[in-house]
């Protein structure tokens, strides 16, 4: 039985296939964004060198669907993430990332929470977690889990919620599943 808490090994062998360790079958790109949509963390090794792969695969996953117009990254914020490397700010940057998708989960979470609380017998919508995995995906990719233990304002006690940050919240859902109804079609 696959342990659901360690990442999923995935081994590259020198073809340039990927080889699922779990289940001994070759996977694709896609398989493997299946994997993170539902919820897993994986690795992936080159087998002869044992070096990381990880981060390059994920960002070629993320650059596949960019490309074929499923787009969650404008291009301001791609044109800020090239400049980035060039900058002194590179250091602050994953911090900052980081501290910004935990905050966003964190008000997805709330969000969630409190439309649960209003209507307990309402369904769960769906996509929410496959959308907070993407995001926790996306976030490793960029960050290379650098912020996962910062404990900056994402981490303190939660203020109270007003009406404001509720309507903003709900408008962040509501731009969400358009996202994902695109995604469907």
Do not use: C
Request: charged share 25%; no cysteine; proline share 4%.
């Amino acid at each position: 039985m696959a342990d659901k808490e360690k990442p999923l090994l995935i081994k590259r062998y020198a073809s340039r296939r990927l080889y699922n360790t779990e289940t001994s079958d070759y996977v694709t790109l896609e398989d493997i964004s299946g994997f993170i949509r539902d919820g897993r963390d994986v690795q992936i090794v080159d087998l002869k060198s044992g070096d990381d792969l990880t981060r390059q695969y994920l960002l070629q996953i993320v650059a596949e669907h960019e490309s074929r117009g499923e787009s969650v990254l404008p291009i301001n914020v791609l044109t800020d993430l090239v400049r980035s490397y060039t900058t002194q700010a590179t250091s602050a940057v994953p911090q900052f990332l980081a501290a910004s998708f935990e905050m966003f989960r964190e008000s997805q979470s709330k969000w969630a929470d409190s439309m649960s609380q209003m209507n307990p017998m309402m369904p769960k919508i769906p996509g929410l977690e496959a959308m907070q995995a993407q995001q926790e995906a996306f976030l490793k990719a960029m960050t290379g889990n650098v912020g996962a233990n910062w404990s900056g304002p994402g981490k303190e006690e939660p203020a109270a919620e007003s009406e404001e940050d509720l309507a903003a919240i709900k408008k962040q859902l509501a731009e969400l599943q358009q996202k994902l109804s695109k995604m469907d079609k």
